[in-house]
């Protein structure tokens, strides 16, 4: 066990004051808004959507409208995407001349949905193509100098990024040295320089662009889009083309929501329709990875995107090689789709078991040094016994758990890698600039990063985070904050207000499902402990105007204090709950205040 330096800090005045064991959580309530009636008689809707529409900056009649009915007509068109039309020439040229093309594309969902796209296309207007995916252990992050130069020796002449690229400064100018001709299409953070490259196709080259959110997944699919067009005369795609791109819109979806994009805009029109498509997919390995999933296709939302099907593609490239995650979303073989789609199950399962494993490590190590501590702003932790592949989802646990940016970092070999999550309100993507002198390399988005650092320099890192940390983050930006789009009676949260809400969907970030509360309820009805060991709650609620039973998942604990309370506060997700087929409103508690 490795510990950083910042572990080694612990002092008896620190160890006296209290730890930060729990998170408690501080309800930010949305207050009324004036315009809220005026939209919802425009809108024919209640109060209450049109409240939550304008708490999501959808304020007037015509957003509102485009809101709630996406349509695919209001699409940007493809060639507006910055730097998309020299990439579409070249790639045009490659595929005329029968040149040999590689799509490098990154190892999680995003960079596996993009190429899918992208070498799908491309195989259709038949080019000489490839895909390339690096491995998360043993190459890491983006593109690399012995990955690009293998490429250029099988004889390559147009290398196309897919989710990565735009910080490769080194491996670019190695692709120029070789004669490789390259094409970057990313959507992560860039700096005032570029790389060297023949075409760059990102949202934010262009400010004006205004879709500043796409996912590389949506790039991937803008450019497949544009090439489709180069090749087709009229004023629609051919119909194999067409098809595919309608199929493309649920790769797109899926990359759109595991990279937890912004879901308003033109993210919510294509992810929308993304989801609605799958059940006609004519992809064989999406319908043979839902039905290993236990899905059917119907009624998939972002939750059975990001928590179901997006884990089990993830663990391709966490447990193994993203490579056989694209061989499942570009296979036409039903019995391969099948052997691939079942090993994904199994390497999933295997990630949740041995990211089970490091959290409970990493909770040790954080009491043992006094990591916990409420004048702690950062959570830097080395160990060389944890898998590299996992350690990105383990750092989200712990920022859910603490509340504090947190990177964790596998020093097996050297160079470490690691991977860093951040809370809302600190980029850690520039915490990482200024502190890039202890690092090799890192990239990366305001919220989550990866970095590559050798392990002398972690204590270094440590001090320097935790500096950064001190001067940037203030005390209340480390509370952790639920967030209420306004609070009402019960009664108000009758089926048919419910299912209104319904249309809010697919929820996500920027669109998260509609939370509300009410205050001084009371039990209805003892509260019940479930759950195989009790860890969740099932009680009921009234306020006088209407009794609502409700589901509090881990919150068995608070049974006691519920049976001693008079009155009590709870913040919630109304949905409908339908049991031997019967529906009902139930409220998902997100929260309890005890007067």
């Known amino acids: 066990m490795q510990l950083s330096a910042g572990m080694q800090r612990k002092s008896a005045t620190f160890r006296s004051k209290r730890n930060l064991k729990t998170t408690r959580k501080q309800w930010v309530i949305k207050p009324p808004d004036s315009r809220a009636a005026r939209l919802a008689s425009k809108l024919k809707v209640s109060p209450l959507l049109a409240q939550v529409l304008i708490n999501r900056d959808i304020c007037d009649h015509n957003c509102a409208c485009s809101f709630l009915r996406p349509k695919l007509k209001d699409l940007i068109e493809p060639e507006k995407m910055p730097g998309i039309e020299p990439a579409v020439d070249r790639i045009a040229c490659a595929i005329k001349n029968k040149e040999k ?59 196309i990024t897919v989710d990565c690229g735009i910080t490769a400064f080194n491996s670019a ?38 879709n500043q959110a796409s996912s590389g997944s949506m790039v ?30 649920s790769l797109t979806a899926m990359g759109t929501i ?5 879901l308003r805009g033109e993210n919510r029109i294509l992810t929308s329709y ?29 939750y059975h995107i990001g928590f179901r099907l997006a884990p089990m593609l993830n663990a391709a490239g966490r447990m193994g090689h993203a490579r056989l995650a694209v061989e499942l979303l570009t296979s036409t073989s039903e019995v391969r789709s099948m052997q691939i789609a079942q090993y994904l199950k199994e390497q999933n399962d295997r990630r949740r078991r041995t990211e089970q494993k490091i959290v409970k490590h990493a909770r040790e190590m954080i009491a043992h040094a006094g990591l916990n501590h409420p004048d702690q702003k950062t959570i830097v932790l080395a160990d060389e016994s944890w898998h590299t592949g996992v350690i990105g989802i383990v750092a989200s646990r712990i920022v859910d758990k603490y509340y504090r940016p947190t990177v964790l970092i596998n020093t097996t070999e050297s160079p470490a890698q690691g991977s860093a999550r951040s809370i809302p309100g600190f980029d850690i993507f520039k915490a990482l600039t200024a502190c890039s002198e202890h690092l090799i390399d890192f990239g990366g988005h305001t919220m989550a990063a990866g970095v590559r650092i050798e392990p002398k320099k972690i204590a270094e890192l440590t001090e320097a985070f935790e500096e950064y940390a001190r001067d940037n983050l203030r005390e209340e930006d480390v509370i952790a904050k639920l967030y209420i789009d306004a609070t009402a009676p019960l009664a108000e949260f009758h089926r ?26 009371r039990l209805a009805s003892p509260p019940r402990r479930v759950g195989t060991r009790g860890d ?10 209407a009794c609502v039973r409700c589901i509090g998942f881990r919150m068995g604990t608070l049974e006691k204090k519920l049976l001693e309370a008079d009155y009590f506060n709870v913040a919630f997700v109304p949905q409908i709950n339908t049991f031997n087929g019967t529906s009902n409103v139930q409220f998902v508690l997100e929260d309890i205040q005890f007067e």
């Not at 100018?173 to 570029?194: F, N, P, V």
């Not at 803008?222 to 819109?249: C, H, S, Y």
């Open 536 to 545: 969740h709650l099932q009680l009921a609620i009234t306020d006088n105007t």
């Open 173 to 210: 100018e190695l692709a120029d040295k070789l004669g490789l001709d390259l094409i970057i299409t990313d959507h992560h953070q860039t700096s005032a320089k570029l790389p060297k490259a023949i075409a760059i196709v990102h949202p934010a080259i262009d400010s004006e662009y205004s």
């Open 274 to 302: 993304g989801l609605k498509a799958i059940p006609e997919s004519r992809l064989i390995g999406l319908r043979q990875l839902i039905e290993t999933a236990g899905l059917t296709g119907e009624g998939l939302d972002s």
């Open 258 to 262: 595991a990279d937890i994009m912004d």
């Open 220 to 249: 991937a699919f803008k450019l497949a889009w544009a090439v489709a067009n180069q090749f087709t005369t009229g004023q629609k795609l051919q119909p194999e083309l067409r098809r595919f791109m309608i199929d493309a819109t």
């Open 101 to 159: 093309i590689i799509i490098y594309g990154d190892y999680d969902v995003d960079g596996i949905t993009g190429v899918s796209i992208l070498w799908q296309i491309l195989t259709l207007l038949g080019a000489n193509v490839d895909y390339y995916i690096p491995h998360r252990v043993d190459e890491g992050y983006g593109l690399n100098d012995d990955a690009v130069q293998s490429i250029a020796d099988a004889q390559t002449d147009l290398l």
């Open 496 to 521: 048919g207000m419910v299912e209104e809400l319904e249309r809010l969907e697919p929820f996500g970030e920027g669109n998260p499902k509609p939370l509300f509360a009410t205050k001084g309820v």
